[in-house]
């Protein structure tokens, strides 16, 4: 039994089998709650408690998947490819939103974490928070912060934002389908971009060509506030 803990292909396959399982409850269940990275999570801590295995041995396998940050955050330019003509005719609001959306999740993130007196390596966890989880975890790598508080943070925005979307929609008058769109996808994106697709064509468009511009601002952005 310890061979097989100690073997690279188990924190692999746990891994996968663990998100599997999130992705089937998550879409019995139909509630962004329901996330199935936090189903993940919960279940490889369970499996790891309940067995006795070493963190370590479960790494030498999970980081793996790590390799594979960096392709699918090349992935996002396809986004754009097949979005142009929606770029093309919401070039200044789309890319002025986005940049606007960074600099508030960088200022807010910045100044909250030294009011509350949390440490560099605390911020570096959060400070990228409001982007797509790939990038996310690239940057707090880059910073020295901590993966695991990142994805954390990024699930949890992103959760914020597909359950309160249309109730800050309404709040703050805000009607123009595009605005509400750019505004989605610039702070909770995939999870938000799920919730603008339900609200509209438009709002979705907008919110998923929105995550590769927030990615971009916040990557070109965030070691100003770090």
């Not at 061979?3 to 509630?31: C, D, H, Y």
């Not at 396998?61 to 955050?73: A, E, Y």
């Not at 954390?152 to 123009?176: E, H, Q, R």
Request: a positive charge; proline letters at 5%.
């Amino acid at each position: 039994m310890s061979e097989l803990f100690s073997s690279p292909l188990f924190g692999l396959t746990l891994s996968i089998l663990a998100f599997r399982v999130g992705m089937w409850i998550n879409q019995k269940l139909k509630t962004p709650l329901a996330n199935p990275l936090i189903i993940a999570m919960i279940l490889v801590v369970a499996v790891l408690t309940v067995f006795g295995i070493p963190l370590d041995a479960y790494e030498q396998g999970s980081s793996i998947i790590l390799l594979f940050l960096g392709p699918v955050t090349a992935i996002l330019a396809l986004t754009i490819y097949r979005q142009r003509a929606v770029l093309k005719q919401y070039f200044f609001p789309i890319v002025l939103g986005t940049l606007a959306g960074a600099l508030a999740a960088l200022s807010s993130i910045r100044l909250s974490s030294q009011m509350l007196g949390l440490d560099q390596q605390m911020i570096a966890s959060l400070l990228s928070k409001s982007v797509t989880t790939p990038i996310a975890i690239a940057l707090t790598e880059q910073f020295g912060g901590l993966p695991a508080l990142t994805i954390a943070s990024t699930v949890i925005t992103g959760l914020a934002g597909n359950l309160l979307a249309p109730f800050l929609a309404k709040l703050f008058w805000i009607k123009d389908p595009v605005a509400h769109g750019v505004g989605i996808g610039s702070c909770s994106h995939a999870l938000g971009t799920s919730k603008a697709l339900e609200l509209g064509e438009v709002q979705g468009a907008m919110s998923s060509i929105s995550i590769s511009f927030s990615a971009i601002w916040t990557v070109l952005l965030a070691p100003l506030f770090f």
